[in-house]
Each structure stands twice: as structure tokens, then as C-alpha cells.
């Protein structure tokens, strides 16, 4: 059973610093990773999308990176702000394009301001 | 640009009732639609999803079901609603392949 673990279940930090949110997950052979974020009572708003083929993706302050070969995934986020408290899902693709996703249980990010 | 509807928004049922929730897709066709559960305290699950009329797929064995009538309408259902299907109900839609899935507001269900 393929598992997606994240670490760690939750942060808080103060406005301003750079941080790390690390996602890891039992078998290399995924189709995509995907990095979501979700407000409270809210949906998921799809932030990344890195396909197995690459290393990493960029968008604004947002970076996530891809080693399939450790099984890991991490999301930089640079230069924190308090719109950025939510929680933050790492899900992968492991059984092809129509397949569903599987999901960590996420880290609960507090930016302090 | 494509948009993503679920209702009810909220919904609050007695054991023992039944169940119809429904996503639908606007500005696509063809998509891949999926429905997920988060349950408290629990990552999501997905429970179905479907990459075309009339074909649905099970992940989890449960007394939930799902039909996709039309090309962008998905609908969960139950017969007789447990207290363990109380959680946060969400539509997701992807094009074919291997891309960004993109999700509903949810519906929140709590079984009393």
C-alpha cells in the first residue's frame, strides 16, 4: 500500500522567514506530485505539479523540488506572511493519469505576524 | 475557464437516511472526476472516481456509491447514511493525462 507521509504535522514561525514542509513517500514509481493548500472549512487550491519526469517547479515565492529515487519532496516557501498560515497537502499520483490522488495528512503552517 | 460546483454546502441527516451529493464541471468536456472524503483527523480519501459516463471506479468498500449521469455531473450517494460517513465531501476534475486536479469548495456532512 503506497503511503505519503508529512513532516511536520505542524509549524509556527515568524513572519518574514524562510521554511521548509517535507513530504515523503513509499514507492518511487509515481506519475506526479502535487502540493495543495487548504484554508480552514475551504477546498483545496492546487499551488505546484511537478510530473515524474522533473526536479522541481517554481511559482512566485513557492518552490518544490522531486527526488523520486528518496522518495521525497519538499516545498520551499520563502519570505513567509501571515496569508500564508493554512495547511499545506502533499499528494502523488502512483497508479497513472486517470488514477486518484493519495494524500499526507498535511502540515498546519501558522506565519506569526 | 473551468468551474468546479458542489452542493449542498453544508448538510446535517439522521442515521439511517439516504444521501445524494452533487459536483458538477463547467467549461471542459471529457474530464476525470473524483470524489474524496477528509474525516477529523484523517488525510483524504479518495473514495471514486470516473473517466467517463457510466464508469465509475471503487477505491473503498463502503455503503457509498457514485453514478456520473451526465459527462460533467458526478453524484455520491447512500442509501442508509452511517455515523462514520460524517466528514468533508470533495469533487475534484482533472483533463485526461497526467495533470493538476483541481477541487470543489467540499460539502461538510455530519450524521447525528
Known amino acids: 500500500k503506497q503511503e505519503v507521509t508529512q513532516i511536520p504535522a505542524a509549524l509556527s514561525v515568524p513572519e518574514g522567514e524562510n521554511l521548509v514542509l517535507n513530504c515523503s513517500f513509499t514507492d518511487s514509481a509515481i506519475y506526479n506530485l502535487q502540493w495543495f493548500r487548504q484554508d480552514p472549512g475551504k477546498g483545496l487550491t492546487s499551488l505546484l505539479l511537478i510530473q515524474s519526469s522533473q526536479r522541481e517547479q517554481t511559482s512566485g515565492r513557492l518552490n518544490a523540488s522531486l527526488d523520486k529515487s528518496s522518495g521525497r519532496s519538499t516545498l520551499y516557501i520563502a519570505a513567509s506572511q501571515p496569508g500564508d498560515s493554512a495547511t499545506y497537502l502533499c499528494?502523488?499520483?502512483f497508479g497513472g493519469g486517470a488514477d486518484g490522488l493519495t494524500f499526507g495528512k498535511g502540515t498546519h503552517l501558522i506565519i506569526q505576524p | 475557464s473551468q468551474t468546479i460546483h458542489q452542493w449542498p454546502a453544508t448538510l446535517v441527516q439522521p442515521v439511517g437516511s439516504p444521501l445524494s451529493l452533487e459536483c458538477t464541471v463547467e467549461?471542459?468536456?471529457?474530464?476525470?472526476l473524483y470524489w474524496y472524503r477528509q474525516a477529523a483527523g484523517r488525510g483524504l480519501q479518495l473514495l471514486f472516481y470516473s473517466v467517463g459516463i457510466g464508469q465509475i471506479s471503487s477505491e473503498v468498500p463502503q455503503n457509498l456509491s457514485a453514478s456520473r449521469p451526465q459527462d460533467r455531473q458526478f453524484i455520491l450517494s447512500s442509501k442508509k447514511l452511517l455515523l462514520s460517513d460524517s466528514g468533508f465531501y470533495l469533487c475534484?476534475?482533472?483533463?485526461?493525462?497526467?495533470?493538476?486536479?483541481?477541487f470543489g469548495p467540499g460539502t461538510r456532512l455530519l450524521v447525528l
Open positions: 475534484a476534475w482533472t483533463r485526461q493525462g497526467r495533470e493538476t486536479q483541481y
Open positions: 499528494a502523488v499520483s
Open positions: 467549461g471542459t468536456s471529457n474530464p476525470n
